[in-house]
T-cell receptor, first 113, second 114 residues
Framework: AQSVAQPEDQVNVAEGNPLTVKCTYSVSGNPYLFWYVQYPNRGLQFLLKYITGDNLVKGSYGFEAEFNKSQTSFHLKKPSALVSDSALYFCAVSRGGSYIPTFGRGTSLIVHP | EAGVTQFPSHSVIEKGQTVTLRCDPISGHDNLYWYRRVMGKEIKFLLHFVKESKQDESGMPNNRFLAERTGGTYSTLKVQPAELEDSGVYFC????????????FGPGTRLTVL
């Protein structure tokens, strides 16, 4: 079985500071890893994915994530947070070849002005 | 292009009643998925259609849930009779293999069973 852990229910960061939203996963075989964001009253929006290749993946809105196989992690990062980044972030994993992901519980990111 | 749409956006019903949720995928997307998020918990997979066929319905909680996708276009998810534990946000997503199978999600339907 595959699983995702997002250890923080909420992350608070000041605007302009770097942000990290943590994610660790468990899956048999090679993982497909995803980050989605949900803004209030909106659907999930795809941010980025890791399938293969470079461990550092760049996505939408200046976000990036680093695949770390030894630590089974896929933390989401951004060098300089914006207030508009405040939203709910979901990490997800699927077994290689499958595009049906298992999601984490979500992390609420709050960026303070 | 228009995104995935879901109707209604909110539904409040009493235990024992029936509710039908609708999802309109992005035009041309063969794959359609239903997910559910119970408050504060993970988003869980319910089922996957390829065109009008159910490819994987391993996530459907029980036989009170019935999903259909007649004609391979829009899909409905019916809950009959609804129970308190069915409350949550139901998301629909669609994808197309030729576009990397990235899933595009709708805004969700928030279902509250009283």
């Amino acid at each position: 079985a595959q699983s995702v852990a997002q250890p923080e229910d909420q992350v608070n960061v000041a605007e302009g500071n770097p942000l990290t939203v943590k994610c660790t996963y468990s899956v048999s075989g090679n993982p497909y890893l995803f980050w989605y964001v949900q803004y209030p009253n909106r659907g999930l929006q795809f941010l980025l994915k890791y399938i293969t290749g470079d461990n550092l993946v760049k996505g939408s809105y200046g976000f990036e994530a680093e695949f770390n196989k030894s630590q089974t992690s896929f933390h989401l990062k951004k060098p300089s947070a914006l207030v508009s980044d405040s939203a709910l972030y979901f990490c997800a994993v699927s077994r290689g070849g499958s595009y049906i992901p298992t999601f984490g519980r979500g992390t609420s990111l709050i960026v303070h002005p | 292009e228009a995104g995935v749409t879901q109707f209604p956006s909110h539904s409040v019903i009493e235990k024992g009643q029936t509710v039908t949720l609708r999802c309109d995928p992005i035009s041309g997307h063969d794959n359609l998925y239903w997910y559910r998020r119970v408050m504060g918990k993970e988003i869980k997979f319910l089922l996957h259609f390829v065109k009008e066929s159910k490819q994987d319905e391993s996530g459907m909680p029980n036989n009170r849930f019935l999903a259909e996708r007649t004609g391979g276009t829009y899909s409905t998810l019916k809950v009959q009779p609804a129970e308190l534990e069915d409350s949550g946000v139901y998301f629909c997503a669609s994808s197309q293999v030729s576009r990397g199978n990235e899933q595009f999600f709708g805004p969700g339907t928030r279902l509250t069973v009283l």
